[in-house]
């Protein structure tokens, strides 16, 4: 059984830094496209980045571009993200997703469900103004 799990949410000010965690097991996390997802209140879950397995190749969505930094240590089994210069629309739940679609699609499948396979249950961060 896969199990993805995420941690680090927390409640920060806007302007600051936050960086979430992730582990999966049920799975050979080191051969496994990662990302990370965010849904914001009232919205509807979407992608923010992704990291190929060996990560070679990361993908933002605009909004986080220059911002935020996805990476991985697989000697570590663990997945990261690396928030800076937070603002109140970076608000709302972080899901960390394994088997993820992780090439130049992955914009254009920002919200689509299949663009992972396994999901955790979320981290919340909220910033404040």
């Known amino acids: 059984q896969v199990q993805v799990m995420e941690s680090g949410g927390a409640l920060v000010q806007a302007g600051g830094s936050l960086r979430l965690s992730c582990t999966a097991s049920?799975?050979?996390?080191?051969?496994?496209?990662m990302g990370w997802f965010r849904q914001a209140p009232g919205q509807e879950r979407k992608g923010v980045s992704c990291i190929d397995w060996n990560g070679s190749n990361t993908y933002y969505v605009d909004s986080v571009k220059g911002r935020f930094i996805i990476s991985r240590d697989n000697t570590k089994k663990t997945l990261y993200l690396q928030m800076n210069s937070l603002q109140r629309e970076d608000t709302g739940v972080y899901y960390c997703a394994a088997a993820v679609v992780c090439d130049l699609r992955f914009p254009a499948m920002a919200y689509s469900p299949r663009v992972a396979s396994y999901w955790g249950q979320g981290t919340q961060v909220t910033v404040s103004s």
């Open positions: 049920g799975l050979t996390m080191s051969v496994t496209n």
